[in-house]
């Protein structure tokens, strides 16, 4: 029985490290391989429409490091009056956001011409660093507020989605580190990271302690915990450096799915007010977005169907 137990750990890292390295995912080869197919085909049918094979530096640079940024003067104007009109409902709504700072309306009745007004401005950026069209899968209005300790996304974590999903943070107001702006690792970093989190599950418990190598919990809270305390062990022995893009309102952090990342937690004092997508390769382009109807909810954590 225990070498079953063996083969099957074995074979479980091969699927985790090749989707890894293969598909830029943390689900698996066997569960990515779909969505990173779906985005060589959406990156095909893109430059064969252009007329060109050559793939665009910003997508190889993304590709490598993970991250990037755009911002503009439309999308600090667009932010600007989107938080004014966020203010003015909190005056005569105190529950227009629940306890965990998500807004409790439907995007959409908030916001009506959210997919049009950012279309014109973000497709060109989000396009050239996906090298495809892209979609909107869902979107969500976050207020970030002072707490006595961090917890969930502002933990250093992964989302654990397809590779070819793109996460935009668009911040709403001048944001900085005391804002609690967004902390990233650079792509290969995380990989490396993962890499050795997915070979220390081979280890006896015993050899995992003594290698001071990640540790499962029964736990999935005390699992989140133990890991962001491996990382930031990881990252301080490692010098790893990391990432923390500061500016006015309308400044657009485009990241990787599964680069790791942390943030949302303001000092006293501050409160930070953001807009959270996650993107999709696409066919056309991003002139409206899938289940606009519903206010871009989350019904899932990424989709069944790559092609939705």
């Not at 074995?10 to 779906?38: D, P």
């Not at 932010?79 to 956001?97: W, Y």
């Not at 899968?137 to 397809?162: C, M, N, T």
């Amino acid at each position: 029985m225990k070498m079953i137990a063996r083969v099957r750990a074995y074979l479980s890292a091969m699927n985790f490290l090749v989707g890894l390295y293969g598909c830029s995912t943390k689900m698996g080869f066997l569960q990515g391989v779909r969505y990173t197919s779906y985005r060589f085909f959406c990156r095909c049918w893109f430059l064969i429409n252009r007329g060109t094979t050559i793939v665009p530096l910003s997508q190889k640079s993304f590709d490598k490091r993970g991250w990037a940024t755009f911002q503009s003067s439309t999308l600090t104007k667009y932010c600007d009056e989107v938080l004014a009109e966020i203010r003015s409902k909190e005056r005569d709504d105190f529950g227009l956001f629940d306890a965990n700072g998500v807004l409790t309306k439907p995007l959409q009745t908030l916001l009506p011409n959210f997919t049009n007004d950012l279309a014109k401005e973000l497709d060109p950026f989000l396009s050239s660093i996906m090298g495809s069209h892209v979609k909107i899968f869902y979107g969500r209005l976050l207020k970030s507020e002072p707490a006595d300790v961090r917890s969930g996304s502002q933990i250093w974590h992964a989302d654990g989605g397809p590779g070819s999903c793109i996460n935009v943070l668009l911040y709403l107001q001048e944001t900085t580190a005391q804002h609690g702006a967004i902390e990233i690792l650079d792509f290969d970093t995380s990989k490396k990271l993962f890499s050795v989190e997915a070979l220390s599950n081979l280890q006896s418990d015993s050899e995992r302690r003594e290698g001071k190598a990640f540790l499962k919990s029964n736990s999935k809270s005390e699992t989140r915990k133990v890991r962001n305390e491996w990382y930031i062990d990881y990252i301080n022995k490692n010098q790893c450096s990391t990432a923390q893009p500061i500016g006015p309102s309308g400044l657009c952090v485009a990241f990787k799915n599964n680069t790791i990342h942390r943030g949302g937690y303001p000092e006293n004092g501050y409160v930070r007010y953001a807009l959270i997508l996650h993107f999709y390769p696409a066919l056309s382009p991003l002139t409206r977005a899938p289940g606009a109807q519903k206010g871009y909810e989350k019904t899932a954590a990424f989709p069944n169907n790559p092609a939705f």
